[in-house]
């Protein structure tokens, strides 16, 4: 018997160049799925990068940067349904009606609104609540990108979790309403790595200007390794394993992100190499920056080769962007549809 295709969904806010830490927490995720014969729709979250901006913000172009990556990485629009969540308007359509039947008081539950608010409550200089209802709304935007192609898996990091789950709650409550109309999803963890950045910070990320990218060359991948502080004379290591996840943690945070990196990139006998230089308490952190700079463009040559080619370029990622458009489209219209009759305003008479 033939395993039973999942319909997979998952989306990543347009931020231009991608970094390791989008590759191993997420574009690795979305290449073996692809591989493994599911329907994958992977949307780029252009509305939900408008939640939080103050001035504008040239998105067009970070998301045709973002997925000529893609397709240099491997993503294939062919195999994937890879499209702008902004190119699906009636997502917003679903998120306006889905709205009406969620509480606000559901809605400040939301992990990531309430660390906002947080924050603001610890400054006294800041009268009201400035939030915007973008960022409130948040949990039904995704609810709306979750339910409208009628996804049943959706890989998730920790981050994102709750969000899959209030998801969840809206199509339950939408159902026991209305009738059962909404597919209900199930969160599944991406099983991904958490990479953390250059400066030895949790978590890799563009904004903390701590990223090693994608499309770095040799000598600025160089650059920005031989920066990474390393200090801290070698320690006693209290663990006799060599696995990383037993000995990254026991090292200095920015040491411990250079040996994440050469174990997802060198051979084993390689990464294993240096944690017997680190045990005898060698002096060799100038050989481990440049042996890690020589995996790193290693691996960044042939995505860097990829991403220039003459038939990867922006017409292209406008191309399958208008394609895979269309093949969303009647998924996403049949599900609004049936919201509409179910909650009984009927279907709509007109649409442009």
Request: hydrophobic share 40%; with cysteine; aromatic share 8%.
């Amino acid at each position: 018997m033939s395993q039973k295709q999942e319909i997979i969904l998952s989306g990543i806010r347009p931020t231009g160049r991608l970094h390791y830490g989008n590759y191993f927490g997420a574009v690795k995720t979305f290449l073996d799925l692809q591989e493994k014969g599911h329907r994958c729709y992977y949307f780029i979250a252009d509305y939900h990068a408008l939640t939080t901006i103050t001035e504008r913000v040239d998105f067009y172009r970070q998301t045709i940067d973002m997925l000529r990556t893609y397709v240099a990485c491997g993503l294939d629009p062919e195999k994937s349904v890879i499209y702008r969540q902004s190119d699906l308007p009636c997502t917003a359509e679903l998120s306006l009606l889905l709205g009406m039947i969620t509480n606000i008081g559901f809605l400040e539950r939301g992990t990531t609104y309430k660390d906002k608010m947080g924050k603001l409550a610890a400054n006294e200089n800041i009268e009201g609540n400035p939030l915007s209802f973008g960022l409130l709304g948040y949990p039904v935007l995704m609810a709306s990108d979750i339910l409208i192609v009628r996804a049943n898996v959706v890989p998730v990091g920790d981050d994102q979790r709750q969000h899959v789950e209030m998801a969840m709650d809206i199509a339950q409550k939408f159902n026991s309403r209305f009738g059962e109309t909404l597919t209900i999803p199930k969160a599944v963890s991406r099983n991904a790595l958490r990479l953390p950045g250059l400066d030895g910070a949790a978590k890799m990320g563009k904004s903390d200007n701590n990223t090693l990218d994608l499309l770095d060359d040799p000598a600025t991948a160089l650059k920005k390794i031989k920066g990474v502080q390393t200090t801290t004379d070698p320690a006693p290591l209290d663990t006799e394993s060599d696995e990383p996840d037993d000995v990254i943690p026991l090292l200095p945070a920015s040491l411990g992100a250079l040996y994440r990196l050469l174990h997802l990139l060198a051979p084993k006998e390689v990464y294993l190499d240096f944690v017997g230089k680190y045990r005898r308490g060698e002096k060799f952190y100038g050989t481990l920056k440049t042996t890690l700079a020589e995996h790193v463009s290693k691996f960044n040559a042939p995505i860097i080769e990829r991403f220039n080619a003459p038939d990867n370029n922006e017409e292209s990622v406008r191309d399958f962007l208008r394609e895979n458009a269309k093949k969303v489209t009647p998924v996403a219209l049949g599900t609004v549809e049936a919201v509409r009759q179910a909650m009984g305003i009927g279907h709509s008479l007109y649409r442009a």
